[in-house]
């Protein structure tokens, strides 16, 4: 059985660890309600003090997952903020995915959210809150995926939940010991991803990642060759490459039997990788806790940290837009890369 000094001291420790990939968020957390640092003023021209998540929709439209204020939506022109007074149920939006019908789903610090995409081209109500007691308990989310078969899947606290046929349900993994805890316990999925051949994958923060084939489970973890139990990102590349970014082991790449490990005492400067992303050209980018991103262009590690002009020492999102543009983001806001250096944009630009 877990330890419970021993889980309430992990609890307490995410909580406050300031240099971490959940904790540079820098809330003030007592008796499970969270207080906001961060405000929106004229002062402050940061979309956000934290970026956890970008993302662009079918028409081109920006969106940027912050901590503290909701969704941020740039259309081209301007900035709009969407959260609890906008009828959003989420202030920390921790992950972003994008059905078959257009509809964006977010993963929030108060549920899950549906961007209804039909329905706000028509002018009618934009989102669809499943936030009730009812679904999950009040549980946070840490992540979200929609599938290529019409599901819906959703990390929490201490679970999967599963959208299917319009009903969100539990999903049953087989952990090896009971779940107990809040906030943050060895189930707390940070990463849910499918694969090319429909596989799912789930994130653990304690049992490695657990392979899903629609019938039976595959859990892979330390005692595989994977570095570290406790994962925050899967990424699956072109080649069909499993990249496996882990809290304190540095990044795994399995390629279905064996693993490659790149850590702090070989490559890289820090072991604790919260992002990994592919780009078109099959370059891998990944964070490292304090140094900034790595670029991985298969035979050599380039790094981009303050001296290229990136302000984000714990960078917890990089994704590639539509244009070719890198863009990343975490604690100290939103950059976009230009050349070989890094720029600042704020809501003031550049956007061009």
Same mark, same amino acid.
């Given at each position: 059985?877990?330890?419970?000094?021993?889980?309430?001291?992990?609890?307490?420790?995410?909580?406050?660890?300031?240099?971490?990939?959940?904790?540079?968020?820098?809330?003030?957390?007592?008796?499970?309600?969270?207080?906001?640092?961060?405000?929106?003023?004229?002062?402050?021209?940061?979309?956000?003090?934290?970026?956890?998540?970008?993302?662009?929709?079918?028409?081109?439209?920006?969106?940027?997952?912050?901590?503290?204020?909701?969704?941020?939506?740039?259309?081209?022109?301007?900035?709009?903020?969407?959260?609890? =007074?906008?009828?959003?149920?989420? =202030?920390?939006?921790?992950?972003?995915?994008?059905?078959?019908?257009?509809?964006?789903?977010?993963?929030?610090?108060?549920?899950?959210?549906?961007?209804?995409?039909?329905?706000?081209?028509?002018?009618?109500?934009?989102?669809?809150?499943?936030?009730?007691?009812?679904?999950?308990?009040?549980?946070?989310?840490?992540?979200?995926?929609?599938?290529?078969?019409?599901?819906?899947?959703?990390?929490?606290?201490?679970?999967?939940?599963?959208?299917?046929?319009?009903?969100?349900?539990?999903?049953?993994?087989?952990?090896?010991?009971?779940?107990?805890?809040?906030?943050?316990?060895?189930?707390?999925?940070?990463?849910?991803?499918?694969?090319?051949?429909?596989?799912?994958?789930?994130?653990?923060?304690?049992?490695?990642?657990?392979?899903?084939?629609?019938? =039976?489970?595959?859990?892979?973890?330390?005692?595989?060759?994977?570095?570290?139990?406790?994962?925050?990102?899967?990424?699956?590349?072109?080649?069909?490459?499993?990249?496996?970014?882990?809290?304190?082991?540095?990044i795994s790449v399995f390629d279905g039997k064996e693993f490659t490990?790149?850590?702090?005492?070989?490559?890289?400067?820090?072991? =604790?990788?919260?992002?990994?992303?592919?780009?078109?050209?099959?370059?891998?980018?990944?964070?490292?806790?304090?140094?900034?991103?790595?670029?991985?262009?298969?035979?050599?590690?380039?790094?981009?940290?303050?001296?290229?002009?990136?302000?984000?020492?714990?960078?917890?999102?990089?994704?590639?837009?539509?244009?070719?543009?890198?863009?990343?983001?975490?604690?100290?806001?939103?950059?976009?890369?230009?050349?070989?250096?890094?720029?600042?944009?704020?809501?003031?630009?550049?956007?061009?």
């Open positions: 059985m877990p330890n419970p000094n021993l889980q309430s001291y992990l609890i307490l420790f995410f909580i406050i660890l300031l240099a971490s990939c959940t904790s540079s968020d820098k809330a003030k957390v007592a008796e499970n309600v969270i207080v906001q640092e961060e405000k929106v003023v004229e002062s402050n021209p940061q979309i956000a003090e934290y970026i956890r998540n970008i993302f662009q929709d079918k028409n081109g439209n920006l969106w940027f997952g912050t901590n503290g204020y909701g969704v941020a939506h740039y259309n081209g022109d301007n900035i709009a903020y969407f959260s609890n =007074e906008q009828g959003f149920n989420g =202030e920390q939006v921790t992950g972003m995915s994008e059905d078959a019908d257009n509809n964006i789903w977010f993963s929030t610090d108060q549920g899950i959210v549906k961007y209804d995409w039909a329905a706000s081209e028509k002018g009618n109500k934009k989102f669809i809150n499943y936030s009730e007691r009812k679904y999950f308990d009040k549980q946070r989310f840490w992540s979200i995926c929609a599938d290529s078969k019409g599901n819906v899947w959703g990390g929490a606290e201490r679970e999967v939940f599963r959208f299917k046929d319009g009903e969100w349900a539990s999903f049953e993994i087989p952990y090896p010991t009971p779940i107990v805890g809040k906030f943050i316990t060895e189930a707390t999925s940070w990463s849910i991803i499918e694969d090319n051949a429909g596989n799912m994958w789930f994130s653990t923060n304690g049992f490695g990642v657990y392979k899903f084939d629609g019938k =039976e489970f595959t859990q892979i973890s330390k005692t595989d060759g994977l570095t570290d139990n406790s994962v925050d990102q899967i990424l699956e590349d072109t080649k069909g490459n499993i990249w496996i970014g882990t809290r304190y082991g540095g490990n790149y850590t702090s005492r070989d490559s890289i400067g820090n072991d =604790e990788v919260c992002v990994v992303f592919e780009d078109k050209k099959g370059n891998i980018w990944f964070s490292a806790e304090g140094f900034g991103v790595y670029c991985f262009d298969g035979e050599k590690f380039k790094n981009y940290s303050e001296a290229e002009g990136l302000g984000v020492r714990a960078v917890q999102t990089i994704f590639e837009d539509k244009e070719g543009r890198l863009w990343a983001g975490g604690g100290g806001g939103l950059y976009r890369l230009n050349g070989d250096s890094f720029q600042n944009i704020t809501r003031n630009g550049p956007w061009d």
